[in-house]
């Protein structure tokens, strides 16, 4: 492997000088800060007007500070790269010379495992075997770096986001937020998946000791940019749509045009256009790659062969068509999750104010995660009241019939599905069709009881609908809005789920409160914000339905109706 590392920063210095002042410039830099010692002393001594010749005096010192000042911040940064460099390069040298030690220790095993058995079959049969013995060597991993050389390479690591740190801060405090380990079969140098709640982030020795340290730093920013992005959770929604590789590829595409250095195999625009002959420009969206990359696969699927590594084991080779075949092995968790605690990452590794690409990332992500449908929502909390029981206090519990604090149950329970509607002028007759449509098509599977239920500041009229065709005109009332009236009114009526169609603009607090049900409050005209502060459910904007999300309703009845809605379907609601 190349010992060469590229440290030229542009138009700062040549790495030749990486070191190293000449005597003559030290010399003068020491005389620089003893003339300026003494002249504010002088200055600290005397009093009056500034003669012409010291103030050119004292604009000589200013400048020769500024460029001593400069020199030294220069030597700085290329002094902490060349020590990474160093020991990154020592040690690569040693771990190079264990995989070949082990390696050959291997290949001895196995000819001697097959000289014992060829041995054995002579003796059996009394002639010698035909037959071909094939038995691949495979090293022992957990040899291939001792105690020292494993606590020298989390040094470099460490020095590594030292350098993040020093200049991206918001990189720097999430690295040091994410576990750590070692992935020596991982075809990259960096790798990033979900355990136990955390993200944790693996390095390959092999394949990271071989880049330089910016290289090394850049790498730790693009996992981060993965996750932020919320590539990890997307790539299943994406994978109907596309190849599993044009996916993986674009998501780099995107995440590398942020990055000022790559690796001259990272998959980047101008690597795809080289390598497909393609023509495609810089900062374009993740779908829009995705989607040329697709067609390239269809037309010419032996340019997308993931490469054959020698050695199961350990990876010595990077390879951009599997690099992410690590985030398969992350736990399986509901995405709503992921994104909490992934915002809980941004929260804390923020040290002041973000701008620039980095603040339109974050953006991004929180208005998507604030943006999902409200009927989403809805999914979920109908999966709360979708299970054909209901819990009562009428009845025993059968399992424990002696303790009568336990609730019991009843079979064939039919959920009563309230659709609150706002009269006060917020939500006009189309908007409240198209939005009792959607609700239509997920709960008619479970044959519930769906009431629209219309109101201001009073509840003025309620009736059942079992299709869209049963909503009735308005009537012509337009008083203040209230939301306790049928809360209240709720409560009475046992109602199993609230949905309150509004602009949000009511009492601040509840004068009565949901007993044994959740609110999915779906605010309309724009709106965003609702007058309650203790809302005792979920707010969301009713937003515009798009045909793909039309689909993503017509999926969820196909599925509940094939197999019907089971512990294993239901996902978290706060």
């Not at 900062?283 to 697709?294: I, Q, V």
């Not at 904007?541 to 993503?552: C, F, I, M, N, T």
Request: hydrophobic fraction near 35%; aromatic fraction near 8%.
């Amino acid at each position: 492997m190349s010992s060469n590392r590229n440290l030229d920063k542009d138009n700062i210095r040549d790495e030749s000088n990486l070191l190293q002042i000449d005597s003559s410039s030290k010399e003068s830099l020491e005389n620089t800060r003893l003339e300026g010692e003494a002249l504010a002393n002088a200055r600290a001594s005397l009093s009056g007007d500034t003669q012409p010749n010291e103030l050119e005096s004292d604009v000589d010192m200013v400048l020769l500070l500024e460029q001593k000042q400069a020199v030294e911040a220069e030597d700085r940064w290329f002094a902490k790269r060349e020590r990474i460099h160093r020991m990154a390069e020592t040690l690569l040298t040693e771990l190079n010379m264990r995989y070949e030690q082990l390696t050959m220790k291997a290949e001895a095993d196995v000819a001697e495992t097959k000289l014992s058995i060829q041995t054995e079959q002579i003796n059996a049969n009394h002639e010698e075997s035909q037959e071909v013995i094939v038995i691949k060597p495979t090293i022992n991993t957990e040899l291939l770096m001792t105690d020292d050389m494993t606590k020298r390479f989390w040094d470099i690591l460490h020095r590594v986001n030292g350098l993040l740190i020093n200049e991206e801060q918001f990189f720097g405090y999430f690295y040091l937020q994410m576990d750590h380990g070692i992935r020596y079969d991982m075809p990259s140098p960096w790798g990033v998946n979900i355990k136990g709640g955390k993200y944790v982030l693996y390095a390959n020795p092999f394949l990271l000791l071989d880049a330089p340290p910016d290289v090394m730093k850049d790498g730790i920013k693009r996992e981060i940019l993965h996750v932020i992005s919320a590539h990890l959770t997307r790539t299943n929604q994406l994978y109907g749509r596309f190849h599993k590789q044009a996916i993986h590829l674009a998501m780099d595409m995107v995440v590398n045009d942020y990055l000022e250095y790559l690796d001259r195999d990272a998959v980047s625009v101008a690597w795809v256009n080289a390598r497909f002959g393609l023509q495609l420009k810089r900062f374009r969206t993740l779908e829009f790659y995705a989607k040329a990359l697709d067609v390239v696969i269809k037309e010419k699927p032996e340019l997308f062969i993931p490469i054959e590594q020698s050695d199961n084991a350990v990876s010595m080779e990077f390879d951009p068509f599997d690099e992410h075949s690590i985030w398969e092995e992350s736990d399986p968790i509901d995405a709503e999750v992921v994104d909490q605690f992934t915002e809980r990452y941004i929260n804390q590794s923020k040290r002041g104010d973000t701008e620039g690409y980095l603040q339109s990332l974050i953006d991004t992500f929180r208005k998507t995660r604030r943006s999902m449908p409200w009927y989403f929502y809805l999914k979920k909390l109908m999966g709360k009241v979708a299970s054909g029981r209901k819990k009562t206090t009428m009845r025993r519990n059968r399992r424990q019939p002696e303790r009568m604090e336990l609730s019991g149950t009843l079979r064939q329970h039919k959920a009563n599905v309230w659709l609150a509607l706002d009269m006060s002028g917020s939500i006009t007759d189309a908007e409240f069709h198209q939005a009792l449509e959607q609700v239509l098509q997920i709960v008619h599977v479970y044959s519930h009881h769906v009431t629209v239920v219309e109101c201001d500041n009073a509840v003025r009229r309620q009736y059942r609908v079992a299709d869209v065709k049963d909503i009735q005109p308005q009537p012509d009332v337009r008083g203040a809005t209230e939301f306790s009236p049928v809360i209240k009114l709720a409560n009475e009526q046992k109602v199993d789920l609230l949905v309150y169609f509004t602009d949000g603009k009511g009492e601040n607090h509840l004068r009565a409160k949901p007993k044994g049900y959740k609110i999915l409050w779906v605010l309309s005209g724009g709106h965003s914000d609702l007058s309650v502060k203790e809302p005792y459910g979920i707010v969301k904007s009713l937003g515009v339905v798009e045909d793909d999300e039309r689909q993503d309703i017509d999926e969820f009845v196909r599925m509940t109706s094939r197999s019907g809605f089971s512990m294993a379907n239901q996902e978290y609601v706060p």
